[in-house]
Structure formats: C-alpha cells, structure tokens
C-alpha cells in the first residue's frame, strides 16, 4: 500500500536523519504532480532533475489531487463550474457544465487519463479511505460530502458538511475524515466506518485545507479570510489553540508538515509568501517570497525540499526546506492549484 509506505519511508528517514545519514534513506526518484486550474492539465515534474517531463490533459477545472491506495493511480477532482473569484458576481456567470463534473482517474505508468468517475456535483477536494476502497469527495455547491466506491463508481453516502466544503483529509489511522466548510467556519469530521458525522468543529474564517501531524494527534486548519491556523486535538475533538499570522495580505490556504513534525509549512495565498511555523512554540519562524497566489503545496519525501503551486504566475517553486532559499521556479500550465508528490513518473525515470 503506497500511503503506508511513505509513512514508514517519512519514519525512516527522520530516525537515520538523528544518525546523520539521512540522505541515504531519501528515495532517489519522485514525481511532483500539478493540477492547473485555467488550462485544465496536470503538469509532471521529475523530482530527480527538477524538470517537467509531462503536461496530461484533464479536463475542466483540475483542483484536488490524491494517490490511489497502491500508489499506482492519481485521482482528481474536475468541475464544470465557472471560476468566481473573490466579490464576483455569481448571477452574471456563465451556467455551470454539469456533463464535466467528476474525479479524473490518471495512469502514472503511462501518464494517460483512464477515466472520470461521475456521480458528485462540483468536486473540489477528495481524500482515500485507507482500504482503498471509498474516495471521499468534497461537492461544493451542494454542501455535502459524497462517498464514492472507487471500483464501479456507486455513490455510498452523501454526507451534509456545511456550505462550500473544500478541504478532505484522512486522519493517520485513516478512522476519520476531517471537511472543511468556507462558508460555516467548522470542520466536520466523519467516521470512515459508520460514515457518519462525530463532530463539528468551530475553526476560523474560511477553512481550506488541513494537515495533521505524524502521530494523528493534533490536526492543523488554515483559516484563511481571518489568516490564522487552528489546532485541534484530534482525541478531544475541539480546538486548543490559533496560530495567529500577521501581514494584511496573508491568507493560509495549502499546509504540509516536516518529516520530523516538528514544522508546519504554509502557502500564504495572496500575500506571495511560504511560511515556516515551529510547532513547539508555535510561532512564525521564518518565510519566503514564492511567487504570486502560492496555494498548494507538498514536500519531497525525505522533507529537504518544498514546492508550491503559484497560482497567479503559472509557476511551481522550489525551496529549500532547510535554509528557506528558492532554488527556482518551474512554468507549468495555467492557474497551477494543487501540488502533491508521488512515484516518479514512468516516462521520466526511464524503467
């Protein structure tokens, strides 16, 4: 199983990172995989060189992007919605393409789109039952959670979230699903078993993504409208506390953490920047300019490396996670959204 893998692979690295050999346990090829929003395509970057060896054709609206449960398939939420940016007027928006609604199913052996599974309205994010089995998808414009079996595409729940879901992730020990909602400020968290809600969770203003730390004990919402990032214990179920971010155009919106979960890495949306937060005393430590609306963003898998989707300048950046340095930028297609790092791609590795 390609999720349990990367775990123990993550857990491996830390514990010889102690031993000073941590390059040694860091796998020597990876892919980075790019969901572009405008142009509706997903760009392949080889971790191994740093270079984009692939542009796949998707369809509407790429955003959300997951591995399959084997790590052989990569799983992305496309939607026929119009783009409406913030104060746009909906009512004077195109209608909304139904027909191209769905969750793209892409080969990363032959880089080919093998399918859309249909059935849920205006995908935005998803996340995959640690079976395997079940996507968990966030509909936005309904409001609700839909859980699709990933085999025949049969809808197996639709589950009320609150409006304007965005962010699904699956907890470490994968018994639950934390959901975003934008437009009530909580998450509901979903037990992956009874596929019921357990718990709502006030967070900040505008919830969008979530990350939580290596142990499942703490969970991290970036709270974007009032830029803040909220800390639950996952066990308890409540908040224990706000990181504030300081900065007027500062808007969390993508976050992944350390291999050591000592630091949480934060795309900071509109202010341009990627911020480093130390988890212990919980305060800013440190950032970087990136790039212009940064809003996904993922590390390589031995944590030394940050890339981030800018949204605004068509690129990914890559920082160095250590020293906060860019390295450089890679133009990828339009309105990059989200970035997630997987098995190097075939077609780059050469196998």
């Known amino acids: 199983m390609f999720g349990q893998a990367l775990r123990r692979g993550v857990a491996a690295a830390v514990g010889c990172a102690v031993l000073g050999t941590a390059s040694a346990a860091a796998p020597a090829n990876y892919g980075v995989y790019v969901t572009n929003e405008r142009s509706g395509t997903l760009s392949v970057i080889d971790g191994a060189s740093s270079k984009v060896v692939a542009t796949v054709a998707l369809g509407k609206r ?75 998808i966030a509909s936005e414009d309904t409001g609700t959670a839909i859980v699709i079996d990933v085999k025949d595409g049969t809808r197996s729940a639709s589950i009320p979230t609150g409006g304007e879901p965005e962010g699904v992730s699956l907890s470490p ?20 078993a009874s596929l019921q809600v357990v718990r709502r969770i006030e967070v900040g203003q505008r919830p969008r993504f979530t990350a939580f730390s290596a142990d499942g004990k703490q969970a991290f919402v970036s709270n974007e409208n009032d830029g803040s990032i909220s800390v639950i214990d996952t066990k308890a179920g409540a908040v224990t ?5 300081e ?6 919106v993508g976050l992944v953490a350390s291999p050591d979960g000592k630091r949480l890495f934060v795309a900071a949306g509109r202010s341009g920047n990627l911020l480093v937060i130390d988890l212990v005393t919980r305060k800013v430590t440190g950032q970087v300019a990136v ?5 996904g ?19 990914v950046s890559i920082v160095d996670a250590a ?9 990828v297609g339009e309105g990059p959204w989200a970035a997630i790092v997987g098995p190097a791609p075939k077609l ?3 196998k």
């Open 62 to 136: 790429p955003r959300g992007i997951k591995l399959s449960h084997d790590g052989k398939l990569l799983l992305v939420a496309l939607s026929g919605s119009p783009i409406a940016g913030p104060g746009v007027d909906e009512s004077k928006l195109p209608p909304a393409d139904k027909g191209a609604d769905g969750i793209g199913v892409v080969d990363i052996a032959s880089l080919k789109l093998l399918r859309v599974i249909r059935g849920v309205s205006d995908p935005e994010q998803l996340a995959v039952s640690d079976d395997g089995k079940h996507l968990f």
């Open 173 to 192: 020990d994968g018994k639950q699903v934390y959901v975003t909602s934008e437009a009530d400020h909580r998450v509901s968290v979903i037990d992956t």
């Open 241 to 245: 506390g706000t990181i504030k971010l």
């Open 247 to 252: 900065g007027p155009l500062t808007r969390p």
């Open 291 to 295: 790039g212009p609306r940064p809003w």
């Open 297 to 315: 963003v993922d590390r390589s898998p031995d944590g030394s490396l940050l890339y981030t989707a800018n949204g605004s300048s068509n690129d």
């Open 323 to 331: 020293t906060l340095k860019l390295i450089t930028k890679l133009p």
């Open 348 to 350: 780059a590795s050469g």
